[in-house]
Structure formats: C-alpha cells, structure tokens
C-alpha cells in the first residue's frame, strides 16, 4: 500500500510541475525600435530603403545620413526626385563628329530611355530645330550666359543632361564590313552645368553585309545601348551625392532697388529654404541661389510669401525656365 501511495503522490507531481510549466510565459522577445535609423553609404550606388522591394524591382533610392535631419516630407520627396529624374541627350558638337553618327547615337540613348525606363524624351530633331527656333528667346533670357545645350534642357525640365562624344569607323570589303565605335557620356546637372561624371564606352566588333556605314551604325547603336544602364545608375548616384545641401532654385530679382532691401528680402528667404545663397546684385538684377525639399510649385509660394515680409507685396513671377524663376519686385 505503501508503494502504491507513493507512486500516486509521484504521478501527482508530475502533472502539477506539468501544469506550472505550461502556464509560464515564454521569455519576452525583443520589440523592434519603432524609429527607422536610414544610413548613408561610403561608396557612390543607390541607396536603399529599410524595406523589401517587389519582385524584379530595384529597391527605391533613400537619404544619405550626410542630409542631415530631413522631414518625412522632405524624405519623400527626396526619395521621388531621386527616382523620377528626367534627362536630355545630345552630342558635343565641336567634336567634329559627323552628324549622322551624331543623330545614331541620340537617337539609340533615347530608345533606351523611352524603351527601358518609360520616360519621354526630347529627339535630335527637335533640339536642332530649338537651337535656331529659341535663339531670339535665350538671347533675351540670359544674354548668353549660359549654353544654348544647358538653356534648352532647362526650358524642358531635365535633371540631366548627356552629352555625347563618340568616334566611330568602319571597314571591310563589299559583302564583308566591320565596325567599331568608342567615347564618353558626360553627364552635367542641368540648373548649374556643373559636370556630375563622365563614362567611357566601347563597341563590341560588329559586322554587316550591307554596307560599311550599317556596320558604324550597328557599333554605335550596341556601344550606346550598352552605356546607358550604367550612365542612368551613375547619375542618380552622382546628383544624390550633390544634393546634401537640397535641391538648388535659382532666383533672378529684377529691381530690388538697394542692397539693404536685398538683405532683407534674403532673411526672408532664408526662413523658408534650408539655405539661401547671393550669388550677385545690381539694382537691375539679384541673382539668389534657394537650396530645398521641395516640389517647384512651393519654392514659388515661399518666394511670394517672403517678399510679401519685406514690403514688397507685388513682386510677380516673369517667367520660369526648368529650376530657375525670374521674379520682377514690382516696386
């Protein structure tokens, strides 16, 4: 009886120890810091954003740690910049190049741009058919103080314009020719014409039985299309990296009749933009250069609103050329 008793005391312990563990709450698991820490890359490339992106999608560029403190407005409209940038290719015309190659290899870089990335583009044509169209127009603008190339990509919105320089040749023998092309994209950010980086490229061999110049053509089209990936990752790269300080708006105000009301007007200003920046005045016209996060649209209302704080109320937009606005004081 003993035995049995025991035994039954035993079996007892083992359900209550049983009971008591299953009871017991598994270890508190460590909770995810609900703040996102975004940091910054030490080689050029793409950010990335903390998140997965879809199937066969590249994950969407994000903010270097060297911004600063962005607002999450600021972050997403730097994010959308970044991702949505707009470009216009032409060649160096004092390359000497003959402007059929020219035309070839424009013409391939669009194709890739409208092809591969679904963005619309401004073709050979109708640039060569500005330059002489809008001459009268950027003779009166900037009195030539700017490229005709750089006035024309900023009149269409582009963020980057290409500039190709390319050598091509052929050979061969009727039936038989070959080709082989090489040069650069030099890639320039549109608001200043300051040079972003350069990329060399070269054809593979090419043949053709037609014709030597259908070889040419065939090494220029195979040279560029191979390019422009690269050309297209590297300028995203190189304008995030430019960028730390914003966006950049240039400002012409035409008749702010003295320095001190210019001075004043850029306090304005500077309560407004992440940074404000005098690049020239004369009573005739005061150049300001507005670094920001922002979509055209508001740095044009910042700019009403701060001239409205220092008395000039009626001071009117002239007109606006890619990321530059001219404004007349109205005084």
Same mark, same amino acid.
């Given at each position: 009886?003993?035995?049995?008793? /025991?035994?039954?005391?035993?079996?007892?312990? /083992?359900?209550?120890?049983?009971?008591?563990?299953?009871?017991?709450?598994?270890?508190?698991?460590? %909770?995810?810091?609900?703040? =996102?820490? +975004?940091?910054?890359?030490?080689? @050029?490339?793409?950010?990335? #954003?903390?998140?997965? @992106?879809? @199937?066969?999608?590249?994950?969407?560029?994000?903010?270097?740690?060297?911004?600063?403190?962005?607002?999450?407005?600021?972050?997403?409209?730097? +994010?959308?910049?970044?991702? $949505?940038?707009?470009?216009? #290719?032409?060649?160096?015309?004092?390359?000497?190049?003959?402007?059929?190659?020219?035309?070839?290899? =424009?013409?391939?870089? !669009?194709?890739? *741009?409208?092809?591969?990335?679904?963005?619309?583009?401004?073709?050979?044509?109708?640039?060569?058919? !500005?330059?002489?169209?809008?001459?009268?127009?950027?003779?009166?603008?900037?009195?030539?103080?700017?490229?005709?190339?750089?006035?024309?990509?900023?009149?269409?919105?582009?963020?980057?314009? +290409?500039?190709?320089?390319?050598?091509?040749?052929?050979?061969?023998? @009727?039936?038989?020719?070959?080709?082989?092309?090489?040069?650069?994209?030099?890639?320039?950010? %549109?608001?200043?014409?300051? /040079?972003?980086?350069?990329?060399?490229?070269?054809?593979?061999? %090419?043949?053709?039985?037609?014709?030597?110049?259908? &070889?040419?053509? !065939?090494?220029?089209?195979?040279?560029?299309?191979?390019?422009?990936?690269?050309?297209?990752?590297?300028?995203?790269?190189?304008?995030?990296?430019?960028?730390?300080?914003?966006? $950049?708006?240039?400002?012409?105000?035409?008749?702010?009749?003295?320095?001190?009301? #210019?001075?004043?007007?850029?306090?304005? *200003?500077?309560?407004?933009?992440?940074? =404000?920046?005098?690049?020239?005045?004369?009573?005739?016209?005061? $150049?300001?250069?507005?670094?920001?996060?922002? &979509?055209?649209?508001?740095?044009?209302?910042?700019?009403?609103?701060?001239?409205?704080?220092?008395?000039?109320?009626?001071?009117?937009? +002239?007109?606006?050329?890619?990321?530059?606005?001219?404004?007349?004081?109205? /005084?």
């Amino acid at each position: 009886m003993r035995k049995n008793a /025991l035994s039954g005391s035993a079996i007892l312990c /083992l359900i209550i120890i049983s009971l008591v563990s299953c009871a017991t709450p598994p270890p508190p698991q460590p %909770t995810p810091n609900a703040k =996102v820490i +975004v940091q910054g890359i030490s080689t @050029p490339g793409m950010p990335s #954003v903390p998140t997965s @992106p879809a @199937p066969g999608q590249n994950p969407p560029p994000t903010v270097p740690a060297s911004y600063g403190v962005l607002s999450p407005e600021e972050q997403s409209f730097l +994010v959308n910049y970044l991702s $949505r940038l707009s470009y216009m #290719v032409y060649y160096n015309d004092a390359s000497g190049v003959d402007p059929r190659f020219a035309k070839m290899a =424009v013409a391939q870089a !669009n194709r890739y *741009l409208i092809e591969k990335m679904g963005l619309s583009v401004i073709d050979f044509d109708q640039i060569e058919r !500005n330059k002489k169209d809008q001459l009268e127009a950027y003779q009166a603008e900037t009195g030539g103080s700017i490229d005709m190339i750089q006035y024309l990509a900023q009149k269409y919105n582009a963020d980057v314009y +290409v500039e190709i320089d390319i050598k091509a040749s052929g050979s061969g023998i @009727p039936g038989s020719w070959n080709g082989s092309a090489q040069g650069t994209m030099k890639l320039f950010e %549109t608001s200043t014409a300051i /040079l972003l980086g350069s990329i060399a490229f070269t054809s593979p061999p %090419t043949f053709s039985p037609v014709s030597q110049d259908s &070889a040419v053509a !065939n090494a220029i089209a195979a040279s560029v299309w191979q390019a422009m990936p690269k050309m297209t990752e590297q300028s995203k790269a190189l304008l995030a990296a430019s960028l730390s300080r914003g966006v $950049r708006y240039e400002l012409v105000a035409q008749k702010i009749p003295d320095a001190k009301m #210019v001075s004043q007007f850029i306090k304005a *200003l500077s309560r407004k933009f992440r940074e =404000v920046e005098q690049l020239s005045f004369s009573p005739g016209e005061t $150049r300001i250069a507005l670094f920001v996060f922002t &979509a055209k649209a508001k740095v044009q209302e910042a700019i009403y609103d701060a001239a409205a704080t220092v008395l000039m109320p009626d001071m009117y937009l +002239v007109y606006m050329r890619g990321k530059s606005f001219t404004f007349n004081s109205g /005084l």
